[in-house]
Structure formats: structure tokens, C-alpha cells
């Protein structure tokens, strides 16, 4: 049964996710550490469950989500990192939109190899199923861990938050993208599959499917009684 442990890092409060079942390597799925006491942070927390890296998954390139994959690479040589490489321009507009927010620019210099939807990732002893969510970015991905003793792990990035979904007036940005990746490609999920967002706390796909606000006009309406339906007796022996 996969295992999380969630970190919150950076001024934009980014959530960091390392993800393992056995042994002891580990999916780190989006290194937002920003500073040397959150690299502390994240490695100490690695350190008391005994696990290293094994492999980095980018749901997308926004600079919050990448400060530390440069530093992941360099202390574990040869560590696979994936990303879609329509995040190419993200990745190029790094140093301007952190200019923007007069903000340090991480490393974009790290290798990555390029995924798309349909690839299953088996890595560190588990699959990752990849889904393309495009809106946020124009590459961003999800990433599904079908769990058969329990509730699947979907990684949503910054597409889909509790109660809330991705901005889309960053550059690249599409809003129709957004809401298409998510009603298309994450709300029709199992309910109970358990949504682990690139900000702010977990969910359900069940709970943003009747819940969220930003998807009002598409929730599903609770069930009401039909007043006109003849009602339906049940008498017992």
C-alpha cells in the first residue's frame, strides 16, 4: 500500500510529495524546497523513514515546484526526472516570472525525460499512470497510483485543489484547457481516489465532484425525491 508524506515549502506555500510502498527509494513528485532549512526539512523527514530518491515526477514547471530538482540531481547522479516537454516554454519564462515577483530564480538547468499521457511510469515499486491536464500550463500532468487495498492517489498538481482550481491567467494559461482536463480526465475518477493538490490540504475526487465552487455549473445536484413519483412502500413479515 503506497505511503505519503507531504511537505509544505516556498514563500507560495508549494506542497512537496515523496510517495513509497516498498524498499527504499521514493517518488518525489514536485521539490518546491527553497531554502537550506527546508532542504533540511525535506531530507530529514527522508532520513527518518529511511528512504533516498529514486525518481523526480514535475506535474509542471511553474518555479515554485522546481527549486530543488537541480539539487536532487546533483546529489544523486543519474536521478530520472519526468516532465512533459510541452513545458519547455514554462520552464524558458522561469527567470521572468520570478522577476515578477522579485523572487530568486531556481536552477533550470537539470535533464529531464520527456512523458506524455498514456506513458505508465513503474518506478520505485510502484505505477504512475500519467494524465494530461493542460490549463494551468500547457503540459501539466496528474499523476494516478492505483491502490488495490485502499483508496487511488491522484496528484493533481495545480489543476485541481480543494474547493478550488488552478489560476489561468499566468502566462500559458488556458481556462477552457483547465476545466476540460478536469472534467474530462480527473472528476470522472473513482469518488473515493484521494486528491493530493500542489497547494493547500487533501481531498476526495468525490468531494470536489458535488462541492467545489469552480465547478458549479457542472457539479453533479444532490438527489432529491421525485414529488411526483409514487412513493414506495416497504412493509416487513
Known sequence: MPKVIDFTFNPFQEKTYAVWEHGEQCLVID?????????????????????????????????????????????FPGLPVYMNPAEKPVLEHVPQMCGTFRIPCPDCSFSY?????????????????????????????????????????????????????GRTDFMYGEYDDEIRSIMEKLIILDPSTIVYPGHGP????????????????FNEPEEEPDPDASPVIIRGN
Open 31 to 75: 521539490p518546491g524546497f527553497f531554502s537550506g532549512e527546508e532542504k533540511d526539512c525535506f531530507f530529514k523527514g527522508l532520513e527518518q523513514r529511511g528512504l533516498v530518491p529514486g525518481a523526480v515526477l514535475l506535474t509542471h514547471a511553474h518555479f515554485d515546484h522546481i527549486y530543488g530538482v537541480c539539487t536532487l540531481q546533483k546529489l
Open 113 to 165: 525525460t520527456g512523458i506524455t499521457e498514456g506513458t505508465t511510469l513503474e518506478t520505485c515499486g510502484m505505477m504512475a499512470e500519467v494524465i494530461s491536464t493542460p490549463g494551468h500550463t500547457p503540459g501539466g500532468l496528474s499523476y494516478l497510483i492505483r491502490n488495490n487495498d485502499a483508496e487511488d492517489l491522484l496528484f493533481s498538481g495545480d489543476t485541481l485543489f480543494a474547493g478550488a482550481i
Open 202 to 217: 487533501a481531498t476526495t475526487i468525490g468531494n470536489e465532484r458535488t462541492g467545489n465552487p469552480f465547478l458549479e455549473p
